[in-house]
T-cell receptor
Framework: DAGITQSPRYKITETGRQVTLMCHQT?????MFWYRQDLGHGLRLIYY???????DKGEVPDGYVVSRSKTENFPLTLESATRSQTSVYFC???????????FGSGTRLTVV | QKEVEQDPGPLSVPEGAIVSLNCTYS??????FMWYRQYSRKGPELLMY????GNKEDGRFTAQVDKSSKYISLFIRDSQPSDSATYLC????????????FGQGTRLTINP
Protein backbone atom coordinates (compact mmCIF):
# COMPACT_ATOMS: atom_id res chain seq x y z
CA ASP A 1 0.00 0.00 0.00
CA ALA A 2 1.19 3.48 -0.83
CA GLY A 3 1.80 5.79 2.06
CA ILE A 4 3.89 6.33 5.11
CA THR A 5 3.95 3.72 7.84
CA GLN A 6 5.36 3.78 11.33
CA SER A 7 6.13 0.85 13.57
CA PRO A 8 5.49 -0.09 16.24
CA ARG A 9 2.24 1.75 17.02
CA TYR A 10 2.77 1.34 20.76
CA LYS A 11 5.95 0.67 22.72
CA ILE A 12 6.75 0.42 26.40
CA THR A 13 10.42 0.37 27.32
CA GLU A 14 12.53 0.73 30.42
CA THR A 15 14.79 3.63 31.30
CA GLY A 16 18.25 3.17 29.85
CA ARG A 17 17.27 0.82 27.05
CA GLN A 18 17.87 1.52 23.39
CA VAL A 19 14.78 1.63 21.22
CA THR A 20 14.31 2.21 17.51
CA LEU A 21 11.20 3.60 15.87
CA MET A 22 10.74 2.77 12.21
CA CYS A 23 9.39 4.90 9.39
CA HIS A 24 8.85 3.82 5.80
CA GLN A 25 7.42 5.80 2.88
CA THR A 26 6.53 4.54 -0.59
CA UNK A 27 6.54 7.80 -2.57
CA UNK A 28 10.32 8.30 -2.80
CA UNK A 29 9.88 11.73 -1.20
CA UNK A 30 13.16 13.55 -0.72
CA UNK A 31 12.38 14.99 2.71
CA MET A 32 11.61 13.01 5.83
CA PHE A 33 11.07 14.24 9.38
CA TRP A 34 10.66 13.09 12.94
CA TYR A 35 8.49 15.04 15.34
CA ARG A 36 7.42 14.48 18.90
CA GLN A 37 4.07 15.67 20.17
CA ASP A 38 3.52 16.55 23.81
CA LEU A 39 0.75 18.37 25.66
CA GLY A 40 1.64 22.02 26.00
CA HIS A 41 4.36 21.86 23.36
CA GLY A 42 2.63 20.80 20.18
CA LEU A 43 4.78 19.24 17.46
CA ARG A 44 8.52 19.69 17.84
CA LEU A 45 11.05 18.72 15.20
CA ILE A 46 13.66 16.20 16.32
CA TYR A 47 15.59 15.50 13.10
CA TYR A 48 15.02 15.80 9.41
CA UNK A 49 16.60 14.50 6.22
CA UNK A 50 16.72 16.18 2.83
CA UNK A 51 17.91 13.03 1.00
CA UNK A 52 19.58 9.69 1.63
CA UNK A 53 22.68 10.10 3.78
CA UNK A 54 21.81 13.75 4.57
CA UNK A 55 20.39 14.46 8.01
CA ASP A 56 20.24 17.50 10.26
CA LYS A 57 19.11 18.43 13.75
CA GLY A 58 15.83 20.01 14.57
CA GLU A 59 14.63 21.76 17.70
CA VAL A 60 15.00 18.87 20.20
CA PRO A 61 17.68 16.41 18.97
CA ASP A 62 19.38 15.50 22.25
CA GLY A 63 19.19 11.80 23.07
CA TYR A 64 18.14 10.78 19.55
CA VAL A 65 20.03 9.38 16.57
CA VAL A 66 18.82 9.02 12.99
CA SER A 67 20.11 7.47 9.81
CA ARG A 68 18.92 7.38 6.25
CA SER A 69 20.75 4.85 4.12
CA LYS A 70 17.75 4.42 1.79
CA THR A 71 15.36 7.10 0.56
CA GLU A 72 12.31 5.24 1.82
CA ASN A 73 13.42 4.54 5.41
CA PHE A 74 14.18 6.93 8.24
CA PRO A 75 14.58 5.16 11.60
CA LEU A 76 14.79 7.08 14.87
CA THR A 77 16.83 5.60 17.72
CA LEU A 78 16.71 6.56 21.36
CA GLU A 79 20.18 5.58 22.55
CA SER A 80 19.36 5.38 26.26
CA ALA A 81 15.68 6.06 26.87
CA THR A 82 14.64 8.48 29.60
CA ARG A 83 11.18 9.16 31.06
CA SER A 84 11.22 12.61 29.47
CA GLN A 85 11.17 10.86 26.09
CA THR A 86 7.71 9.46 26.77
CA SER A 87 5.74 10.98 23.92
CA VAL A 88 3.94 10.39 20.66
CA TYR A 89 6.37 10.31 17.76
CA PHE A 90 5.35 11.19 14.23
CA CYS A 91 7.25 10.62 11.05
CA UNK A 92 6.46 12.71 7.99
CA UNK A 93 7.60 12.98 4.39
CA UNK A 94 7.42 15.63 1.70
CA UNK A 95 8.55 15.92 -1.90
CA UNK A 96 9.61 19.56 -1.64
CA UNK A 97 8.60 20.69 1.83
CA UNK A 98 7.03 23.85 0.53
CA UNK A 99 3.37 22.90 0.81
CA UNK A 100 3.18 20.57 3.73
CA UNK A 101 3.92 17.13 4.85
CA UNK A 102 2.21 13.74 4.96
CA PHE A 103 2.32 12.22 8.42
CA GLY A 104 2.33 8.66 9.61
CA SER A 105 -0.10 7.43 12.27
CA GLY A 106 2.42 7.83 15.07
CA THR A 107 4.19 5.70 17.65
CA ARG A 108 3.10 6.08 21.26
CA LEU A 109 6.21 5.49 23.37
CA THR A 110 6.17 5.09 27.13
CA VAL A 111 9.43 4.95 29.08
CA VAL A 112 9.04 3.48 32.56
CA GLN B 1 8.01 33.81 23.28
CA LYS B 2 7.10 31.10 20.78
CA GLU B 3 7.40 31.82 17.08
CA VAL B 4 3.82 30.65 16.53
CA GLU B 5 1.07 31.14 19.10
CA GLN B 6 -2.21 29.26 18.99
CA ASP B 7 -4.91 29.14 21.64
CA PRO B 8 -5.14 25.47 22.67
CA GLY B 9 -8.81 25.79 23.59
CA PRO B 10 -10.73 23.60 24.03
CA LEU B 11 -13.40 25.16 21.84
CA SER B 12 -16.93 23.75 21.83
CA VAL B 13 -19.67 24.95 19.45
CA PRO B 14 -23.07 23.68 18.30
CA GLU B 15 -23.49 21.97 14.94
CA GLY B 16 -24.01 24.41 12.11
CA ALA B 17 -22.05 27.24 13.75
CA ILE B 18 -19.24 29.15 12.04
CA VAL B 19 -15.92 28.34 13.67
CA SER B 20 -12.94 30.69 13.67
CA LEU B 21 -9.48 29.36 14.53
CA ASN B 22 -6.48 31.68 14.71
CA CYS B 23 -2.72 31.82 14.99
CA THR B 24 -0.31 34.67 15.44
CA TYR B 25 3.35 34.58 14.60
CA SER B 26 6.43 36.69 15.12
CA UNK B 27 8.74 35.71 12.25
CA UNK B 28 8.20 38.05 9.30
CA UNK B 29 10.10 35.62 7.04
CA UNK B 30 7.20 33.13 7.05
CA UNK B 31 5.72 32.81 3.57
CA UNK B 32 3.92 29.44 3.56
CA PHE B 33 0.92 28.93 5.81
CA MET B 34 -0.85 25.67 6.41
CA TRP B 35 -3.65 24.21 8.49
CA TYR B 36 -3.58 20.60 9.59
CA ARG B 37 -6.41 18.59 11.09
CA GLN B 38 -5.64 15.84 13.59
CA TYR B 39 -8.21 13.32 14.75
CA SER B 40 -7.68 11.56 18.05
CA ARG B 41 -4.84 9.01 17.92
CA LYS B 42 -4.10 9.83 14.28
CA GLY B 43 -1.40 11.76 12.49
CA PRO B 44 -2.03 15.33 11.29
CA GLU B 45 -3.41 15.67 7.76
CA LEU B 46 -3.00 18.72 5.55
CA LEU B 47 -6.25 20.65 5.26
CA MET B 48 -5.37 23.98 3.64
CA TYR B 49 -2.27 25.58 2.22
CA UNK B 50 -1.70 29.27 1.38
CA UNK B 51 1.31 31.07 0.02
CA UNK B 52 1.84 34.68 1.22
CA UNK B 53 -1.21 36.83 1.95
CA GLY B 54 -4.81 36.45 0.93
CA ASN B 55 -7.72 34.06 1.17
CA LYS B 56 -8.24 30.53 0.00
CA GLU B 57 -11.52 28.65 0.01
CA ASP B 58 -12.15 24.93 -0.19
CA GLY B 59 -15.72 23.85 0.38
CA ARG B 60 -16.74 24.80 3.92
CA PHE B 61 -13.19 25.85 4.81
CA THR B 62 -11.60 29.27 4.27
CA ALA B 63 -8.02 30.15 5.15
CA GLN B 64 -6.98 33.77 5.55
CA VAL B 65 -3.52 35.23 5.92
CA ASP B 66 -2.83 38.79 7.04
CA LYS B 67 0.92 39.24 6.91
CA SER B 68 0.76 42.88 8.00
CA SER B 69 -0.74 41.75 11.31
CA LYS B 70 1.13 38.42 11.40
CA TYR B 71 -2.20 36.68 11.83
CA ILE B 72 -3.77 33.68 10.11
CA SER B 73 -7.26 32.26 10.42
CA LEU B 74 -9.23 29.20 9.47
CA PHE B 75 -13.01 29.48 9.16
CA ILE B 76 -15.31 26.49 9.10
CA ARG B 77 -18.85 27.12 7.88
CA ASP B 78 -21.81 24.89 8.65
CA SER B 79 -19.69 22.95 11.14
CA GLN B 80 -20.37 19.22 11.48
CA PRO B 81 -19.66 16.76 14.30
CA SER B 82 -17.12 15.13 11.96
CA ASP B 83 -15.11 18.39 12.13
CA SER B 84 -14.35 17.64 15.79
CA ALA B 85 -10.56 17.38 15.91
CA THR B 86 -7.44 19.29 16.83
CA TYR B 87 -6.47 21.94 14.28
CA LEU B 88 -2.82 22.93 13.98
CA CYS B 89 -1.48 25.89 12.10
CA UNK B 90 1.97 25.58 10.55
CA UNK B 91 4.19 27.97 8.67
CA UNK B 92 7.58 28.20 7.03
CA UNK B 93 9.88 30.63 5.35
CA UNK B 94 11.60 30.51 1.99
CA UNK B 95 13.97 27.86 3.26
CA UNK B 96 11.05 25.50 3.14
CA UNK B 97 10.52 22.20 4.83
CA UNK B 98 13.15 22.23 7.50
CA UNK B 99 11.81 25.48 8.88
CA UNK B 100 8.18 24.42 9.27
CA UNK B 101 6.95 25.56 12.68
CA PHE B 102 3.70 24.34 14.21
CA GLY B 103 1.30 26.00 16.58
CA GLN B 104 0.23 24.14 19.67
CA GLY B 105 -3.11 23.11 18.16
CA THR B 106 -6.70 24.02 19.06
CA ARG B 107 -8.99 21.24 20.20
CA LEU B 108 -12.43 21.70 18.61
CA THR B 109 -15.66 19.88 19.46
CA ILE B 110 -18.83 20.28 17.40
CA ASN B 111 -21.90 19.30 19.43
CA PRO B 112 -24.88 17.74 17.57
Amino acid sequence: DAGITQSPRYKITETGRQVTLMCHQTWSHSYMFWYRQDLGHGLRLIYYSAAADITDKGEVPDGYVVSRSKTENFPLTLESATRSQTSVYFCASSESGFYGYTFGSGTRLTVV
Amino acid sequence: QKEVEQDPGPLSVPEGAIVSLNCTYSNSAFQYFMWYRQYSRKGPELLMYTYSSGNKEDGRFTAQVDKSSKYISLFIRDSQPSDSATYLCAMSGLQGAQKLVFGQGTRLTINP
